[in-house]
């Protein structure tokens, strides 16, 4: 088989595939003959082929996937007139304290939002699959330490937490505001961090933020300019159980 032909081959597997195909499954294709290596370079010659169309191939978190370009969004949405969710400032400041300060704790979010995190605001980012449970920290109470997905960098056309955006602006609405760029729409008049009617009600934390973190451990100083991939984990962060799941932002492909 020449280049040519494995080629063919590549593509008609990533466009009919329903989910993204890591580099191991597209090598069964070829019965394990192509080395994986020759799959990743193949893959940079496929999205060559494509740079000038409306589709693109792209690596995310869970592997390789066809996908629409951006600029064809407004023009197949004319098919699909059904809007995709959209979520408070409260879901995605909460969403992007997690994104950028992962791992973290319920306590550490509610001490940079400074108001109280509903449980519905929670449970919202677990049901859409972007944040998980990944250990717990070891202090009284073992909280829970929140961390996003891979699904969650698949929605967002991502590979890896270093393709997010760079912060310059380190306040959560500024972080939120850089997720919401990433084709994640804020719900219709939702400008401030408490849209009952979507999170349930929040509420200022009735007790002092000090004493807040003082119970759930420190956290990386709340300066908002440590990236995820360089950053530590907070003080005091027991060893992640072993059947947890494995990091996030690590990907086989």
């Known amino acids: 088989m020449n280049t040519q032909e494995a080629k063919i081959v590549l593509e008609t597997a990533l466009i009919c595939a329903q989910e993204p195909l890591r580099v191991s499954d597209m090598r069964r294709l070829f019965a394990d003959e192509i080395s994986a290596d020759t799959i990743r370079a193949l893959l940079e010659d496929l999205r060559t082929d494509w740079h000038d169309r409306g589709v693109e191939l792209v690596s995310v978190a869970t592997g390789w996937r066809f996908q629409s370009r951006p600029a064809m969004r407004a023009f197949l949405d004319r098919l699909n007139p059904e809007k995709p969710p959209k979520y408070s400032r409260a879901v995605l400041e909460t969403l992007a304290i997690i994104a950028y300060r992962q791992p973290v ?4 979010i509610e001490e940079i939002r400074g108001v109280t995190v509903s449980t519905q605001v ?15 920290r070891d202090v009284p109470g073992r909280p829970a330490l929140y961390a996003t997905t891979k699904q969650f960098l698949d929605d967002l056309g991502m ?13 959560p609405q500024g972080q939120a505001d850089l997720l919401a760029q990433r084709a994640i729409e ?25 004493d807040d973190l003082a119970a759930h451990g420190n956290t990386d100083g709340g300066d908002g300019h440590a990236h995820p991939a360089a950053a530590a984990a907070p003080g005091g962060v027991e060893k992640i159980d072993e059947q947890a799941p494995s990091d ?3 990907r086989d492909v």
Do not use: K, M, Y
Request: hydrophobic letters at 30%.
């Open 248 to 250: 996030p932002i690590s």
């Open 159 to 171: 590979a890896t937490l270093d393709e997010l955006p760079p912060l310059s602006d380190p306040s």
């Open 105 to 108: 704790t319920r306590g550490d």
């Open 186 to 210: 804020f719900a219709d008049g939702d400008e401030e961090p408490n849209c009952a009617a979507v999170t349930g009600e929040e509420v200022p934390p009735a007790h002092d933020p000090v």
């Open 122 to 136: 929670v449970r919202q980012l677990e049901d859409r699959g972007w944040i998980e449970v990944i250990g717990h």
